[in-house]
């Protein structure tokens, strides 16, 4: 005698059942979100190096339009203290300094993101495989980042650059390239733990595929630290840029970069007596990197999960 078989409802129920589920996934992602923005809010230094960066992103961009004048036009004024004319005076080749510090944002900024998307992408990559498949792919990732590692970053870059040639996109791809290995480490260590989890391991005897599980589901929960270590790789890469353009292997002239405006005061008559040739944008570059360093401050205490209450 069989058993009578069982029917399943395939009613309206079971969709408005996913729906509810559906409604309150985003609600808890939304609560997430806004959990981290009241977080990011409370500390202060973070909002205010936000505020910086925000306008000097609008200055760079609308940088045509802001400068006075033109970056590369010489005025017959040379050497000229601030004046109503030229607010920060001009260059010993009679260029205006309110300008080209203008059109400096556009290099250093340009720098600074562009290095860090190419270093970040990359460390990511090799992070997620290093750490999802392990044994002799580990070894040969890490082995390789240990060799990295193990150059003065300095060194190797200004080697680098000497033999490419300085330019702007020698140095961002450069930096970019040199860069990874904090990035790769940093995201191999998460994955390493995450792979354990009980939901790695339910998606991995489901059968879906690696890229799924590595950008679905790994990546999204790493994502904290490498925002706040791609904000310090910001900062970093600014300061990187202003040295090798101090030492004249990075931007080169006419185009206008906090480092090779800086290049000016190697001389002990600009320190001591013509301080508008080298004040502003060493001031800027310690109030860009400082803001960038408050900002990354206040990400990392938004997105510690030991911070929600």
């Keep these: 005698m069989s058993a009578a078989p069982m029917k399943v ?50 200055v760079a961009v609308f940088a045509p339009w802001i400068a006075p004048y033109d970056p590369y036009k010489l005025t017959g004024t040379f050497e000229g203290a601030p ?51 392990g044994g002799w792919i580990d070894m040969v990732i890490m082995r390789i980042t240990d060799i990295f590692m193990s150059f003065p970053q300095l060194m ?10 300085p330019s702007l996109w020698n140095v961002i791809f450069i930096l970019g390239l040199l860069g990874w290995t904090t990035v790769a480490r940093l995201v191999r260590g998460s994955v390493l733990s995450l792979k354990q989890m009980d939901y790695i391991k339910a998606g991995v005897a489901l059968g879906l595929g690696t890229p799924r599980i590595l950008f679905n589901h790994i990546l999204p929960n790493v994502m904290g630290p490498i925002l706040v270590n791609a904000t310090f790789g910001v900062a970093g890469a600014i300061l990187l840029e202003a040295s090798l353009s101090f030492l004249g292997l990075g931007v080169q002239p006419p185009t206008a970069s906090w480092g090779n405006m800086l290049t000016d005061a190697q001389s002990l008559t600009v320190l001591t007596s013509q301080q508008w040739l080298w004040v502003p944008p060493g001031m800027m570059i310690i109030i860009s990197v400082l803001s960038v360093n408050f900002i990354g401050d206040g990400l990392r205490d938004a997105l510690d999960p030991k911070s929600f209450k």
């Design 156 to 165: 190797l870059i200004l080697v680098v650059v000497s033999m490419v040639g």
């Design 83 to 133: 004046s109503s004319k030229y607010w920060l005076g001009t260059d010993q080749t009679g260029r205006d300094m309110l300008s080209r510090l203008i059109y400096a944002a556009r290099v250093s900024l340009a720098v600074g993101i562009g290095s860090v998307v190419i270093s970040v992408t990359i460390g990511t990559l090799l992070g997620l495989v290093s750490g999802f498949f």
């Design 9 to 58: 409802e395939s009613g309206p129920g079971i969709g408005t059942a996913l729906q509810e589920a559906a409604q309150q996934k985003i609600e808890v992602e939304e609560t997430y979100f806004w959990m981290v923005v009241r977080k990011f809010k409370m500390h202060k230094l973070a909002v205010a190096g936000l505020f910086v960066m925000v306008v000097l992103t609008l």
